[in-house]
């Protein structure tokens, strides 16, 4: 597969950017292509453009403020009207696993709360089922081994090709997320019926949620070596 250049990640973004009008309430993604969109954002931000924005996470806010985009929460905002976000894997139905950046948690708050998601993201992410790339687990730090033991047994029931692994930052430590949380990385492999396991992961009391977003994104921008291609979910 040909290489995706930066350029038409930015290409992509400013896609999702067109869908954008002023005053609207945005959720703002975390990653490396949802970067290139609120760069973009803070450009037009700069020009007058008025809106404001609920972060996904503290490097995503780091970002805005730095750019003089208006940040708020979801406590002071009761909806939003799109969430701009990238993803680790997109499936032909427009599911998503997500998590890579640790911000899964907070960007599908986010998410949920928006009238409409849109993906960004390069080609390389486009899969015909998902579970290529490993599905981060967001668990309690409490309890963590009777939550391993039931994740295992998850993989278990769901035939996982792999293994559950506590994720470790650069340091060697445990990774944490903003909220305080562990992450567990489960190689399932090709996940042929993601609608159970959802249920059955956050079934499990130790785990606060998971990286599968389901019937969330409305629409992708996928950026090729051949320009950006538009994915859109049927309702």
Known sequence: MRQVSDNLKREAARMALSQVE???RLGLGTGSTAWHFVDLLGEKVAQ??????????ERTAEQARGLGIPLSDLDQLDYLDITV???????PRLNLIKGAGGALLREKIVAAASNKMIVIADVSKVVEQLGRFPLPVEVNEFGFGATMRALKGVLLAHSAEGEATLRHA???QPYRTDGGHLIV?????????PEALSRDLLDIPGV????????MCKTAYVATPDGVRTMQRGD
Do not use: K, W
């Open 22 to 24: 002023p005053g609207m």
């Open 48 to 57: 007058g453009f008025e809106c404001i924005c609920v972060p996904t996470s």
């Open 85 to 91: 976000d990238g993803a680790d894997e997109i499936d």
């Open 170 to 172: 650069a340091d060697g």
């Open 185 to 193: 990385d489960a190689c399932f492999g090709r996940i042929s019926t």
């Open 208 to 215: 606060v949620q998971h990286g599968l977003f389901l019937n």
